[in-house]
């Protein structure tokens, strides 16, 4: 167990040195396409990391991801041009299974958080 700790406190320090930093892309027409949280590592790779959404350009929600370390975790959900949610995914490892409607932990109320009126 000694032995672990110095390589514990190492791992703490490498960890510390990375950042998050969030990265928005614009569509032509001015409006926001796509809000991504990055990972900048110490050694300077850039990873997907955390929530990365997507609008369309008449600002209407397309998608969500949950990312962690470059690696799809969670859910991802996707909406059709209606803004009614089409597909709803649960990742793990980066292995993306399809789920019904019924098994969403989310609520219309907690998606809606993501509609165009509540985007950057």
Known sequence: MLRMIPAAVAMMALMACDKIEIRRQYHDNGKLAE???MLITSEGEAL????TLRWREDGSRQ???VFNRGVREG???RWDEGGDLRELLLCEDGVCEEK???DS????????Q????NSP
Do not use: I, K, Q, V
């Not at 997907?48 to 929530?51: E, I, M, N, T, Y």
């Open 35 to 37: 809000e991504r949280a």
């Open 48 to 51: 997907p990391h955390g929530l």
């Open 63 to 65: 998608a969500l991801d």
């Open 75 to 77: 859910y991802a959900l």
């Open 100 to 102: 019904s409607r019924r």
């Open 105 to 112: 932990p989310f609520t219309d109320r907690a998606l809606a």
């Open 114 to 117: 993501f509609s165009p009126n």
